[in-house]
């Protein structure tokens, strides 16, 4: 007779208990590891924080240093050959089936460890227990007893489930796809990407795009189809003061009928530059780019296909393939010249003069002149926009 451990779970039963189980060790990397610890977005209780930790020890025997220096380092170095798990220089075959290798190699960094962890515990059980060479791993081999004795022989492959959910989920399919596949909602200056969303599998991380857009948010959600399971877990810290948000996205705060460029204006644009580009794709590139295409003869028209992506694309992201296709575009249309290069100099702008204030006015205004000269009804109409932006809400002092 076999033992099924002492609680005599069905095996549907089990599937329901072990996504619960990996459940929470999502939730405690995201939360704890990622959202507190390497970004510092929000405050957790001391209580809280320490449950997290003892739970990752437990079913990852990783610790809070090593991951969070690990994913700081990730953010500096992005996309370079110093990224500790970037597909662009390490391919993404190595990163979605070695990415839990490449975290323990670079673990073993010292210099990564003492550049980018800091500020992380350094208390008595950390040392003594949670970071120990002799003891780490004594907190996985506790877990594989318990699983055993509470759920019987099944429990070594809940055990193993449980193993292998973050090296593939977050070490693989985040640090892996997130960087290859998937939409792009801003066009920041690494290749990350929004994945589908997987939000209860992944608590949020799949929307790795609005992430390294905004790395010191604490909701990665920025669309109001998109769900960030991480923020749903924060939302109820909070509410049991278990919490505090420290900073999210920036609000686009516009003023309706506001027609002067202000200081206050610039700053806003600058402040939600990202937002105000996703913008300009869809309400200038997209609507020019349709109408430059029915103008356009049968053999031209496939040169239109994906073209919105590429005269969006980050400059820096292009391909040698990508940039011949955009140079026949511009040379197939002047309209689409002029809004290609609008939209570069806006960029510049920000990239040039976000250090001064008043340079970065005055080059704004004359942007903005330009655009409304330029002829083109839809950037006209953007340049407008571009006027009612406020960093508060109307009504506000």
Known sequence: MSYNGLLDLSVWQLVVVTLLLTHLTIVSVTVYLHRYSAHRSLELHPALRHAFRFWLWLTTAMNTREWTAIHRKHHAKCETEEDPHSPVHKGLATVVRRGAELYKAEANNADTLRIYGKNCPDDWIERKLYSNPRTRNMGVVLLLLIDIALFGALGLTVWAVQMVWI??????????????????????????????????????????????????????????????MGWAWIKLFTWLRLAKVN??????????????????????ILNNRFQIMAQYR????????????????????????RARGLLARET???????????????????????????????????????????????????WIGEAEASGIQSLREFAEQLKTYSLRPAGTA
């Open 167 to 228: 090296p593939f989920w977050a070490a693989g399919v985040v640090n892996g796809l997130g960087h290859a596949v998937g939409y792009r909602n801003f066009e920041c200056r690494d290749a990350a990407t929004n994945l589908i969303p997987w939000g209860i599998v992944i608590g949020g991380e799949e929307l790795h795009n609005n992430h390294h857009t905004y790395p010191n948010s604490a909701k990665l959600s920025v669309k109001r189809w998109e769900f960030d």
């Open 316 to 366: 820096s992201l292009l391909k040698a393939r990508h940039q011949v296709r955009i140079d026949e575009l511009l040379e197939h249309s002047q309209a689409l010249k002029l809004i290609y290069e609008k939209r570069l100099a806006l960029q510049q702008i920000w990239a040039r003069t976000s250090a001064n204030g008043h340079d970065m006015l005055a080059a704004t205004r004359q």
């Open 282 to 305: 869809q309400q200038v590139i997209g609507p020019l780019l349709r109408q430059e295409r029915g103008s356009a003869a049968p053999s031209q028209r496939p040169l239109f296909r």
């Open 247 to 268: 900073r999210v996205a920036p609000i686009a705060h516009r003023i309706e009928g506001k027609g002067q460029l202000d200081m206050d204006t610039a700053m806003a």
